[in-house]
Antibody, heavy 120, light 107 residues
Framework: EVQLVESGGGLVEPGGSLRISCAAS????????MHWVRQPPGKGLEWVSG????????GYADSVKGRFTISRDNAKNTLYLQIKSLRREDTALYYC?????????????WGQGTLVSVSS | AIQMTQSPSSLSASVRDRVTITCRAS??????LAWYQQKPGKAPKLLIY???ALHIGVPSRFSGSGSDTDFTLIISSLQPDDFATYYC?????????FGQGTKVEIE
């Protein structure tokens, strides 16, 4: 069974930084692309970033480009999102999600999310 | 970025009704479109990928169609478990983009 468990969320002041993580199990992590998707409270879904199986290619939403960095450690079965220069509009539930393929094709499984709140 | 326009934003329906949700892309996306179901307080679940391929374990009352810019999700006979919010996602080009969602409510 695919399991994705996010951690590292919390309350951060505007301009601050945070790294959130996703521990994966139940599948061969190194063989699949991975994503981060976020959802502000009471609002819709926004794709944030994706990374291919071997970290050879990454993509970002325009709203986070230059501030967020996606990475992965295949030896630790873990996905990361480094978030810098946080803004109030970055407040959201951040989901880790698995791709169907090595390259970024489509998302098939999701974690339960970790909440990032940006406030002074 | 490619804009995904989903309609309607909400609808009311009864059990056993046929429900249709559409998604229109602002430019060509081949058949690189997925549909997700989300219930309150829960993570989304994949229903359909590649516009028309049913994800494993998804009931056959769900179907998807379309290509290029226009796509449709159909629930052939709405069941009590189907009341939820549905999103389309284009995975054709970065940045991937979601539709704004369609909330399916009990009439």
């Amino acid at each position: 069974e695919v399991q994705l468990v996010e951690s590292g969320g919390g309350l951060v002041e505007p301009g601050g930084s945070l790294r959130i993580s996703c521990a994966a199990s139940g599948f061969t992590f190194e063989n699949y692309g991975m994503h981060w998707v976020r959802q502000p409270p009471g609002k819709g879904l926004e794709w944030v970033s994706g990374i291919t199986w071997h970290s050879g290619s990454t993509g970002y939403a325009d709203s986070v480009k230059g501030r967020f960095t996606i990475s992965r450690d295949n030896a630790k079965n873990t996905l990361y999102l480094q978030i810098k220069s946080l803004r109030r509009e970055d407040t959201a539930l951040y989901y880790c999600a698995k791709d169907r393929e090595r390259w970024l094709q489509s998302i098939d499984y999701w974690g339960q999310g970790t909440l990032v709140s940006v406030s002074s | 970025a490619i804009q995904m326009t989903q309609s309607p934003s909400s609808l009311s329906a009864s059990v056993r009704d046929r429900v249709t949700i559409t998604c229109r892309a602002s430019q060509y996306i081949r058949n690189d479109l997925a549909w997700y179901q989300q219930k309150p307080g829960k993570a989304p679940k994949l229903l359909i990928y590649a516009a028309s391929a049913l994800h494993i374990g998804v009931p056959s009352r769900f179907s998807g169609s379309g290509s290029d810019t226009d796509f449709t999700l159909i629930i052939s006979s709405l069941q009590p478990d189907d009341f939820a919010t549905y999103y389309c996602l284009q995975d054709y080009s970065y940045p991937w983009t979601f539709g704004q969602g369609t909330k399916v409510e009990i009439e």
